[in-house]
């Protein structure tokens, strides 16, 4: 669509640029004037196809910080699930570790009693 504009602009400077009038008439002005406008339009929508190209540029960008927030969001939930399995582990280790100390310490409790029943 929008070559298309471009192309109908361009074969509308191009008519209106080879009329010819006298150098001081009031046609020569209007059509110069004429041909100005037009440039100035043709250069109005080629800069459009160039703010689309910056949109979808941005919006590149966009959809890509998106995927990064969504990336770090899972992420974060990975290292937080981390966090609880770690803490729950630690939880295990911690308790495993307390019931050591006891079998210890009830081993150490018979073998003193041993040694008593014994002499």
């Known amino acids: 669509m929008k070559q298309a504009i471009t192309g109908y602009?361009?074969?509308?400077?191009?008519?209106?640029?080879g009329n010819e009038y006298p150098q001081h008439s009031l046609l020569h002005f209007n059509n110069n004037k004429f041909i100005k406008d037009l440039n100035d339009l043709l250069?109005?929508?080629?800069?459009?196809?160039?703010?689309?190209?910056e949109?979808?540029?941005?919006?590149k960008v966009l959809n890509t910080f998106y995927e990064i927030v969504m990336e770090n969001k899972n992420l974060n939930k990975t290292v937080k699930d981390l966090e609880e399995s770690c803490q729950y582990m630690w939880d295990i280790e911690k308790n495993q570790l307390?019931?050591?100390?006891?079998l210890k310490a009830e081993n150490e409790d018979l073998k003193a009693r041993l040694k008593k029943g014994g002499n």
Request: charged share 40%; aromatic share 6%.
């Open 9 to 17: 602009i361009t074969a509308l400077i191009n008519v209106y640029v």
């Open 43 to 53: 250069d109005y929508v080629t800069d459009l196809k160039e703010e689309e190209e």
């Open 55 to 59: 949109e979808n540029k941005s919006n």
């Open 98 to 102: 307390e019931k050591m100390e006891l």
